[in-house]
């Protein structure tokens, strides 16, 4: 949900919260079966909530590369910043594994990049994009937009400007220290829904308890 374009969270809100009340509606079966009956209530709450875990963590699994950028913020700070190229691959758009056919439906480019920044030490990461905006198969410099505050925001741009190209271009990788790994923080996907799902449950039981 958090690595999601804004346009596309926007679009899937209705969707999320339908999620979050099914979810609070479940765990708040289970709840009541067990404090006040009837039994059926219990099973019911017992099965759905088991199907309902395991549905939030193969979200939560679903895409294996945890390396991949995020999107930026629309309303966060951003910078540019040239980046070395070790390699691009075709990958699933959902799952992030290889790609047989980087043509094929659903399947995205990786850009595997070292970002050189300014005001940080070097960090790797993993950049998609559906297409190739820079002609990165065939170069081993490019240019990124990054959040300065949190770093694994990443795009590659489409039309960088001059100056940064200019010193994507003058990068020595050999007078680079040794670039780490930068990983999203946050919670993971599902994390959320689960999460609200569950404050909602609490805030149910609780009246039926008081209405009891």
């Known amino acids: 949900m958090t690595g999601l374009p ?8 209705p969707y999320l ?11 708040a079966a ?6 006040f ?8 709450g017992l099965f759905t909530g088991s199907l309902t875990l395991a549905v939030l963590g193969v979200i939560g699994e679903r895409d294996t590369d945890k390396d991949a950028a995020w999107p930026l913020r629309p309303d966060g700070p951003r ?8 390699g691009v691959r075709a990958v699933d758009r959902a799952t992030g594994r290889p790609a047989a056919d980087r043509n094929a439906q659903g399947s995205v480019f990786a850009f595997d990049l070292t970002v050189v920044p300014e005001d940080r ?3 790797r990461i993993r950049v998609r994009h559906p297409l190739d905006v820079q002609d990165l198969l065939h ?3 490019a240019v990124v937009q990054y959040d300065p505050r949190q770093p694994w925001r990443v795009i590659l741009p489409p039309n960088p400007p001059r100056e940064a190209q200019a010193r994507a271009a003058r990068l020595d990788p050999d007078s680079l220290p040794t670039a780490r790994s930068v990983r999203p923080t946050g919670l993971p996907p599902g994390a959320p829904v689960l999460l609200l799902g569950l404050a909602l449950a609490a805030v149910v039981v609780t ?6």
């Open 6 to 13: 804004y346009g596309v969270r926007r679009r899937l809100a």
């Open 17 to 27: 919260l339908l999620c979050v009340a099914v979810t609070g509606a479940v765990f």
């Open 37 to 44: 009956g009837p039994r059926w209530l219990l099973l019911t």
């Open 79 to 86: 910078a540019y910043a040239p980046a070395l190229v070790h």
């Open 207 to 212: 009246v039926v308890g008081t209405a009891g």
């Open 30 to 35: 289970l709840a009541c079966g067990a404090l």
């Open 121 to 123: 030490d070097p960090y």
């Open 139 to 141: 170069r081993d410099r």
